[in-house]
């Protein structure tokens, strides 16, 4: 009977798709969902190809418009994940049949990751605000380093495989900085965005990386686990959104940027939000079959978005000419691609001496 159970319950991918494919997927789905992010924080919400020559953005409105987005996203994207749980998800998770409370244990975790993910998408879409999409990208799976340094805490690695592993973490970062170049004059670069990303969203997301592995079979599975989180991410970003509005004198503005942008921006935030549906819960879904303890195993995969950036990127600009930021100086395309490549190095090195320290 058990094994009968067992084989009902079991996802429809698990005899024919690996956890490897899964996340793989989702990488590709979330290189497009920073695209999105970026085409509709510039395009969609502050109009960059409309403002007129002698507009400044101060950063007042550049932050008031990025809350706006965040509370219309979050809340388009519950209800995306509400209309798609009962066909998508339940392809995926061949048990699910609603949206449950689970447990106040479980809603913990939930509404944890939901806070954290708030956190993070409200930096990343600062930091995508009059930048070309492949910046974003490829600093986006930084967060394997901080989980790679914490794997090997908590298995108390060896000293000598830690120093390894520091170095490739060192070729990671210094190709995280390449990626992120927008000139080859120093005096030009800043680390503002760079640091956010790698420290601010790094770290917040591996936190969340980690609770997802940890407890996503003891929340329900990965497609109730998705929605909650989902629904947290909504109620924090949006509390979070109006508090600091109010607190900073921007709450009238950011109403208006509300009434003023949302139809026009929602076509772009309904795609972003499917794309992101597809991303968050094939990515819980690789976490979960992972097994516990496994938290920088899809991680890594999941970087493998830097892949997308360069080419992503010069699609973005050859389409929307207006609408991004975009380097002109070939050499910085070079650094650019060779700071995708460091990262990758790095990456798949600190996978394969992962499974060096598993077997």
């Known amino acids: 009977m058990n094994a009968i159970a067992s ?13 490897i494919l899964l996340a793989v997927v989702s990488a590709l789905l979330g290189a497009f969902v920073n695209v999105m992010d970026t085409f509709v924080i510039n395009k969609g919400f502050l109009a960059v190809d ?16 990025v809350l706006a987005y965040l509370i219309l996203g979050s809340w388009v994207g519950i209800l995306v994940n509400i209309g798609f749980n ?63 340094i914490y794997e090997a805490i ?3 690695t060896a000293l000598t495989s830690m120093l390894k592993k520091l170095m490739f973490i060192t070729l990671a970062i210094a190709g995280s900085i ?7 004059e120093l005096g030009q670069f800043r680390w503002e965005p760079v640091l956010l990303m790698t420290i601010v969203v790094g770290i917040t997301m591996a936190i969340s990386r980690v609770i997802e592995t940890e407890t996503c079979n003891d929340c329900g599975g990965e497609v109730n686990f998705n929605f ?11 509390a979070i959104s109006i508090i600091y509005a109010y607190l900073t004198n921007t709450l009238s503005m950011l109403v208006e940027i509300l ?12 795609i972003t939000m499917f794309l992101a549906y597809g991303n968050n819960l094939l990515r819980i879904s690789a976490e979960k079959h992972s097994g516990k303890g496994n938290a920088d195993r899809v991680s890594i995969i999941l970087s493998s978005q830097a892949v997308f950036a360069v080419p992503l990127g010069i699609m ?19 650094l650019r691609t060779l700071g995708v490549l460091l990262v990758l190095v790095g990456v798949l090195v600190l996978e394969k001496t992962r499974k060096k320290a598993v077997v």
């Open 316 to 334: 973005a600009w050859k389409l929307l000419p207006n609408i991004y930021s975009f380097p002109q100086d070939p050499i910085v395309w070079v």
């Open 154 to 156: 908590r298995a108390k």
């Open 228 to 238: 909650w989180r989902f629904l947290w991410l909504g109620v924090t970003g949006t």
């Open 50 to 65: 409309q403002l007129s020559s002698g507009f400044v953005m101060t950063p007042e409105f550049v932050r008031t418009n």
């Open 7 to 19: 084989r009902k319950s079991k996802p429809l991918w698990a005899d024919f798709l690996s956890v």
């Open 259 to 270: 009434k003023d942008r949302a139809m026009i921006a929602l076509i772009f935030v309904l």
């Open 86 to 148: 009962h066909t998508i998800g339940k392809s995926l998770q061949k048990d699910f049949k609603r949206e449950n409370w689970v447990s106040w244990k479980a809603q913990k975790s939930m509404f944890l990751t939901g806070f954290l993910a708030a956190c993070f998408t409200f930096t990343q879409i600062y930091v995508a605000t009059g930048r070309d999409p492949s910046y974003l990208i490829a600093l986006s799976g930084f967060n394997i380093v901080w989980l790679v």
């Open 178 to 184: 390449l990626t992120s170049l927008e000139s080859v």
